[in-house]
């Protein structure tokens, strides 16, 4: 084992280290054949060598901005990081409260995205959200009876309402502009508050035309945040297979399959942490997608559970605020369209459903947008 002095500090490089440190010795012989050398040597050291050097640079450069080492624990010393963050509900009533102040524009912001929405993809048929209200509760029989019967239901015809939609036949090109549309809905969130939190009275205007530059770096972050998530969906591909095969029945197979999945859900939030901060990075003036996502996860070095746990709790309201707003909305529609048939056609459902996406949307970026703040705010480096 060696030990590199960096300043004050002394790190120990384990075997692990084993390629970067080859891939320096590489760099090294190359800079002593470009020196020493005739002419057709060293061009083949620009051809060959210069890759090897720079690529030892940023290993080296790598291992100076982060404290963990492959295959070593990290002791605490070494990775240990403030980061001063409001309690759960502080934080959340923070961004609720800022969000309420400049409710204008932001109202304005959401009855756009939702009325580009209904544009692009349809308001969703009323006639396939009666279907399968119809279809469910057939199928359901006595499952469904009692009161709580009925709110399981209407809790189960709204995961099947947000996950398989009720717009038949839509297109790819649909697909693509309703991806585009949230894309620009994110940024215009994020450039809107950025300069209102500066003191700048700007107009949903502003926002609409002057967010979009980085929308192609914030497309590839989206793509990078997607190729991240492929270890929970194969997770869930596995849950799937063995629930068919009655592997989960079994006492040692399904400890096996527990603990597989377990690590593969780890792998994608380990990886998303960093990345969901990023989607605000890259909206910094002349960012590079993975620049933003190598700043993002120098970002997080030290603090990635704690945010983590932030951006969980995001998601745990976020759901519980769309069965609390939903589920009675549903009822209501069910029990309204039994005594007046004659508003049958009327799209309650689906059209509370974009709305509510629509206002989700801009919450939760502004939640990260607020999140990320934070973090910045407290620029100490790992110890």
């Known amino acids: 084992m060696k ?9 120990t490089l384990p075997v692990a280290q084993f390629f970067g440190k080859t891939f320096s010795y590489i760099g090294h012989f190359f800079k002593i054949v470009d020196r020493k050398s005739p ?7 620009r051809f060959v060598g210069r890759p090897f050097v720079r690529l030892a640079k940023r290993i080296g450069f790598f291992k100076r901005r982060r404290p963990h080492r492959s295959f070593r624990l990290t002791r605490r010393r070494d990775y240990k990081r403030s980061l001063v963050l409001p309690g759960y509900w502080s934080f959340t009533n923070y961004v609720r409260s800022t969000l309420w102040r400049h409710k204008a524009i932001f109202s304005l912001l959401a009855l756009t995205y939702l009325i580009l929405t209904v544009v692009i993809s349809g308001i969703g048929a009323q006639e396939s959200y009666a279907n399968l209200s119809a279809t469910l509760k057939e199928s359901g029989g006595e499952l469904f009876d009692g009161n709580w019967g009925q709110v399981a239901s209407a809790g189960l015809l709204l995961l099947t309402t947000v996950t398989t939609g009720l717009t038949p036949n839509v ?16 940024l215009t969130v994020v450039w809107l508050l950025r300069n209102l939190l500066a ?22 972050v989206g793509i990078v945040l997607a190729v991240q998530l492929l270890p929970i969906s194969l997770a869930i591909i596995l849950y799937s297979a063995a629930a068919s095969t009655g592997l989960l029945d079994g006492g040692v197979e399904a400890m096996l399959f527990w603990i597989v999945a377990g690590l593969l859900v780890i792998m994608s939030l380990y990886w998303i942490t960093s990345t969901i901060i990023a989607l605000v990075v890259v909206t910094l003036p002349g960012m590079y997608p993975f620049h933003a996502v190598k700043t993002a996860g ?8 704690r945010i983590l746990l932030r951006l969980l709790w995001l998601g745990v309201m976020v759901i519980v605020l769309w069965l609390i707003i939903l589920i009675p909305i549903i009822l209501l529609d069910g029990k309204i369209k039994e005594l007046w048939p004659v508003v049958n056609w009327l799209p309650l459902v689906p059209l509370t459903v974009l709305t509510m996406a629509s206002f989700t949307l801009i919450f939760v970026a502004s939640y990260v947008y607020l999140l990320y703040r934070k973090v910045v705010d407290d620029d100490a480096s790992p110890a």
């Not at 002419?39 to 050291?45: E, I, N, P, V």
């Not at 297109?171 to 994110?186: D, E, H, I």
């Not at 120098?298 to 559970?305: E, F, H, I, K, Y």
């Open 3 to 11: 030990s590199l002095g960096l300043g004050s500090k002394r790190v």
């Open 39 to 45: 002419t057709f040597l060293r061009k083949t050291y």
């Open 298 to 305: 120098d970002l997080v070095v030290g603090r990635r559970l």
């Open 199 to 220: 003191g700048r009275k700007v107009k949903l205007r502003d926002g609409l035309y002057n967010s979009g530059s980085p929308i192609l770096s914030t497309v590839i």
């Open 171 to 186: 297109t790819q090109a649909q697909t693509v502009l309703g991806g585009l549309v949230v894309f620009f809905g994110w």
